[in-house]
């Protein structure tokens, strides 16, 4: 009946520099003094990660085949009526307050991070081969906004559990070193750690949408609409 695309983007934006070396990771520790003024004067560590709504766009400019052209069923005798696309976009804004001193060379601080999740576009697509308001065209879209809901709930899912990890993973440590060092440090760690997890979430993400997806669900078509979809497929074998 239909077919999900996924598009992974993950733009990682820096909107300010802030060290992310702990104490002990540097050459040249800093003062216990300077590291007591960091701990009780830096403000703690706060972490949010939000999603923004996922407008839907709709499509209905493609035929059977272009639809199949994009994403081909693993059934091989289905055909492709309807088609969800997204593109999971991701940026990181890193605005952390830093403390500096002039017999220090390791300025230091606490993050402040605000993550934002994304899926846009959300695109969906009915093959143009059913017209707009019949009950075929209804019958496919409401399987399709189906998959808009999946990619939804996962997203605001994905958020919750990005954000218990992200707490847990910096906690209120005070971190040290130049705005250099947390450039490399701050997109090794987005890029060993947070990309993988992403992935799998999607990974994840397809698995559900496999369970809309049902040769029970294929079977339905041929019935739904006084067999309206049934005759429009048995035309194009």
Request: a neutral charge; aromatic letters at 6%; one cysteine or more.
């Amino acid at each position: 009946l239909c077919g999900v695309i996924v598009f992974m983007h993950l733009p990682f934006t820096l909107l300010c520099a802030a060290p992310l070396l702990s104490a002990a990771a540097l050459a040249q520790s800093p003062s216990a003094r300077w590291q007591a003024v960091c701990e009780t004067q830096l403000p703690a560590t706060t972490i949010e990660v939000k999603t923004e709504p996922a407008p839907v766009r709709y499509r209905r400019d493609r035929s059977v085949a272009d639809l199949m052209q994009l994403q081909r069923l693993p059934q091989g005798n289905a055909f492709t009526l309807g088609l969800t696309e997204m593109k999971l976009g991701t940026r990181i804004a890193y605005r952390s307050p830093t403390l500096t001193h002039p017999r220090e060379k390791a300025i230091c601080t606490r993050p402040n991070i605000v993550v934002t999740l994304s899926l846009d576009p959300h695109v969906v697509s009915v093959a143009d081969e059913f017209e707009e308001g019949s009950c075929a065209h209804r019958h496919i879209l409401a399987h399709e906004m189906r998959h808009v809901q999946v990619n939804q709930l996962t997203l605001d899912n994905t958020a919750e559990r990005m954000r218990e990890g992200l707490k847990e993973s910096f906690g209120n440590k005070v971190y040290y070193g130049s705005a250099a060092e947390l450039q490399e440090r701050l997109t090794r760690h987005i890029r060993d750690q947070w990309l993988p997890w992403v992935d799998a979430q999607m990974k994840h993400t397809l698995q559900r949408h496999r369970e809309i997806d049902t040769p029970e669900e294929y079977a339905r078509n041929r019935t739904v609409c006084g067999g309206e979809i049934a005759r429009s497929l048995d035309a194009m074998r």
